[in-house]
């Protein structure tokens, strides 16, 4: 009799350890490795995908290093596309505990965008919106620790102006297809030069190029002012 009710007790104990484990992974998700597995495949399959105004795998490497190096936690982009830079950022988002913002204001590649989030197993660490972004920077609260800016070229300045104030001392601000050579490549745009420009000309930020991919201005906040 003590024999069955020890084997009883002992199948009881391992029920509620498993349930226990369910329901932890229903709150949480899979462990990180699963998560790493899922995209990594997901990129590697879309490695040829993406087209439509998406930033390079090798920038993407670069924003997921950077996120992870600062430990940053509370990320805005400005101009999804479908996905691509988001995915990266929520990737490294997902290590430490972070959630992402990001905005798109063409339905076609906000609707395309969410699917790819579903599909690599990010959503939980995105809010994506279809919204006008010239808009609704001045309507966020803040603060963030990590913006990446590669929305209409033209209205750069005026998306770091904005945000400036929400993001924290030590916060990184990361704005695409900026180059020494031409300041934008040769896309004709006047917005990166005048960017570029004025972010070097703030003692409280410190400004670097990073050549690779389609080129990005890398802009650390040392103090408020």
């Known amino acids: 009799m003590k024999l069955k009710l020890i084997s009883y007790l002992a199948i009881l104990t391992f029920l509620v350890s498993v349930t226990a484990i369910d329901n932890t992974w229903a709150q949480t998700g899979p462990p990180v490795e699963d998560l790493d597995k899922r995209v990594r495949k997901f990129l590697t399959e ?6 439509d105004m998406n ?7 670069v924003l997921y290093d950077l996120i992870i190096k600062g430990n940053y936690k509370s990320a805005i982009e400005f101009g999804t596309s479908t996905g691509h830079s988001a995915i990266w950022i929520a990737w490294a988002l997902s290590k430490t505990g972070g959630k992402l913002i990001t905005i798109e204001i063409n339905e076609e590649r906000y609707k395309t965008a969410l699917a790819n989030f ?6 939980d660490y995105i ?4 919204a006008d972004a010239h808009k609704l920077a001045r309507e966020l609260k803040g603060p963030f620790d990590f913006v990446f800016s590669d929305a209409d070229k033209d209205w750069y300045k005026n998306y770091f102006i904005e945000l400036d104030p929400k993001l ?6 990361v704005t695409h297809n900026i180059t020494e050579r031409g300041r934008g490549g040769n896309r004709g745009y006047g917005g990166p030069a005048i960017y570029l420009e004025y972010v070097r000309s703030l003692d409280n930020y410190e400004t670097t190029l990073n ?3 389609g080129g ?4 650390y906040k040392r103090s408020k002012k």
Do not use: K, N
């Open 168 to 173: 924290t001392v030590g916060g990184c601000f």
């Open 211 to 213: 050549s690779s991919g």
């Open 55 to 61: 930033i390079p795998a090798s920038d993407g490497q």
């Open 127 to 130: 809010d994506a919106r279809l």
């Open 118 to 123: 579903r599909e690599v197993g990010l959503s």
């Open 216 to 219: 990005m201005a890398i802009s």
């Open 46 to 51: 879309h490695s040829h995908y993406w087209f």
